[in-house]
């Protein structure tokens, strides 16, 4: 059984910053696609940003230039560094790996169980 586990969202004040980290737990052999998604009250989730093991990201428009994705591929793990955050920013944060190879598997499409981030004053 192969489970992403993310930690790191709490409040944050407009202009502030925090950072999310998420972990593949179980005998995981390679990760191909890591990235983060929100979803915000009332809406669609949506990508924030992913990475590839070579280290490849892609962002959101909405959070080009504040946000930054990276990954290590030892401890296959993702991180989010979220800065100049704003309360548009304030969501339930999603990690995802599109494929978790593991001895004589896979798995598709894995989420982490989400973590919530607060921008407010």
């Known amino acids: 059984q192969v489970q992403l586990v993310e930690s790191g969202g709490g409040l944050a004040q407009p202009g502030g910053s925090l950072r999310l980290s998420c972990a593949a737990s179980g005998s995981v052999l390679r990760i191909n696609v890591m990235g983060w998604y929100r979803q915000a009250p009332g809406k669609q989730r949506e990508l924030v940003a992913d990475?590839?093991?070579?280290?490849?990201?892609n962002y959101a428009d909405s959070v080009k230039g504040r946000f930054t994705i990276s990954i290590d591929n030892a401890k296959k793990a993702v991180y989010l560094q979220m800065n100049s955050l704003n309360p548009e920013d304030t969501a339930v944060y999603y990690c995802?790996?599109?494929?978790?190879?593991?001895?004589?598997?896979?798995?598709?499409?894995?989420w982490g169980q989400g973590t919530l981030v607060t921008v407010s004053s």
């Open positions: 990475i590839t093991p070579a280290g490849s990201t």
């Open positions: 995802h790996a599109d494929e978790v190879k593991v001895p004589l598997s896979r798995y598709l499409d894995v």
